[in-house]
């Protein structure tokens, strides 16, 4: 095969083939964003360049936070044919499938586990495209794809490269080009029709049922009004109300807040259709808020905060509103975020998501395909267990 170099982070070369041109962006600014745009299915917010642009433009990634774009772009004549949202990484922080252990072990034999190339979405633990191409020429693009990801690992002295949360059939595809595959659970709503909430509640048990309206009335007791704004209702005020209850989550957790209120109002402009902010008034003063995204097909639940506890408010603006907007605009899917067992008894049921993984030479191959063999059975024996508590009648 003829090989050609095109290159612009380093002195190293990247092959590629004659007929196309494999380049990596430090900066998305530079990939034509209608172009990349054109290669995402199901309107995927997080995928899209606009979302990714305002990362960047906000300085929610970069050195400061250990995401340095790499974004790989495949271009024909010119003409984007494929991408691939990438990052160096300096830590494992906002990924959502952990590591820690790796580097450890990397540490441990005087390896260097960091810097690694990570593709996902910063901070975002949703699944989607991460082998950006039209299903036509996947085949023909998803190859050159990961090969450049992995050559660049390999010239830039990395220990590997991860892609995290990728849609089903990528996913499937990259396991058999011999990849390791590491499974998690998440928790995942579905909407098989309904008409209304009511609908809903109908199919659960009465238990939940019962639990589920009394965790609703004790919200509309407290004397709560919900709103539901978009990009082009919500305001600069309801933004800066939204960030500090942001802000607030993460000082409480003892984390670091990436976002900025810059990004928020950014995003809502750029994609106005695609946002879901849930703000909780009292007494005329707005006092928590949760913010969602939606694709097409797919609600996608992200932050929460609150400037003072109301009992079951949580739930209220992170789960029973997102299933009513669901209902209300057809949307197939609730991704309410990472983890959480208690959504199980508000209509939430486990959902296996995984990650694909390529490491360079260690001494761990083995012990890590162990690893993850053994990861895979306990996430299928808990995914079993938590299949038993469904709140749905049998």
Request: charged share 20%; with cysteine.
């Given at each position: 095969?003829?090989w050609?170099?095109f290159?612009?982070t380093?002195n190293n070369?990247?092959?590629?083939t ?12 530079d ?9 995402i299915?199901d ?16 300085q929610?990634?970069g050195?400061?936070?250990?995401w340095l774009?790499r ?9 984007l044919?494929?991408?691939?949202p ?9 990924e959502?499938?952990f590591d820690?252990a790796w ?5 441990r034999a005087?390896?260097?586990y960091f810097p690694?190339l990570v593709?996902a ?6 699944q989607g495209q991460?082998?950006?191409?039209r299903?036509?020429?996947?085949e023909k ?13 390999e010239n830039?002295n990395?220990s590997?490269?991860?892609i995290?949360?990728?849609?089903t059939t990528?996913?499937q595809?990259?396991a058999?080009q ?6 998690d659970?998440?928790?995942h709503?579905h ?5 209304n909430?009511a609908?809903?509640l ?11 309206r ?5 919200v ?12 082009h209702?919500a305001t600069e005020?309801?933004?800066?109300n ?6 607030n ?5 003892w984390?670091?807040a990436t976002?900025?209120q810059?990004f928020?109002?950014?995003v809502?402009q ?9 703000l909780?008034d ?5 006092i928590?808020?949760s913010?969602m995204y939606r694709s097409?097909t797919t ?7 609150s400037?003072?506890p109301i ?5 209220e603006a992170?789960?029973?509103q997102?299933i ?6 057809q949307?197939?899917t609730?991704?309410?975020g990472?983890?959480g067992?208690h ?5 939430f049921?486990?959902?296996l ?7 360079t030479d ?21 995914i079993k267990d938590c299949n038993?508590?469904s709140p749905?009648?049998?």
């Open positions: 095969m003829n050609t170099v290159w612009n380093s070369p990247l092959k590629v004659t007929s196309l041109q494999v380049k990596i962006h430090t900066r998305i600014a990939i034509p964003a209608h172009q990349w745009n054109d290669l299915q309107n995927n917010p997080f995928v899209r360049h606009e979302f990714l642009h305002a990362l960047e433009k906000h929610c990634v050195e400061k936070f250990g774009p974004h790989l772009a495949i271009y024909e004549k010119d003409q044919i494929g991408a691939m990438l990052y160096e990484k300096y830590n494992s922080y906002g959502f499938v820690h580097a450890d072990a990397w540490s005087g390896l260097q690694k593709s979405i910063p901070y975002t633990p949703a991460r082998l950006l191409a299903q036509a020429t996947f693009v998803a190859p050159l794809l990961l090969q450049a990801a992995q050559q660049l690992a830039e990395m590997g490269c991860h995290l949360f990728p849609g990528e996913q595809w990259l058999q011999g990849m390791l595959t590491r499974h659970c998440q928790f709503w909407n098989h029709g309904y008409q909430f609908d809903f109908a199919t659960l048990t009465a238990k939940k049922r019962k639990n589920i009394q965790e609703r009335k004790r509309s007791d407290s004397k709560i009004q919900i709103r539901i704004l978009d990009g209702t005020t309801d933004w800066e939204f960030t500090r209850f942001y802000n989550t993460f000082n409480q957790k984390g670091t976002l900025n810059a928020f109002m950014d809502a750029q994609l106005p259709k695609q946002v879901v902010l849930v909780a009292k007494n005329q003063t707005c928590a808020g913010l097409d609600l996608y639940g992200r932050f929460w905060g400037d003072q009992d079951k408010l949580h739930f992170c789960y029973y997102g009513e907007y669901c209902i209300q605009h949307l197939q609730f991704e309410p990472a983890q067992e959504k199980i008894a508000r209509g049921l486990p959902t998501t995984q990650s694909s993984h390529w490491l260690n001494p761990f191959q083995e012990s890590i395909r162990r690893y993850t063999e053994h990861e895979q059975q306990a996430i299928a024996e808990y038993q508590h749905y009648r049998k």
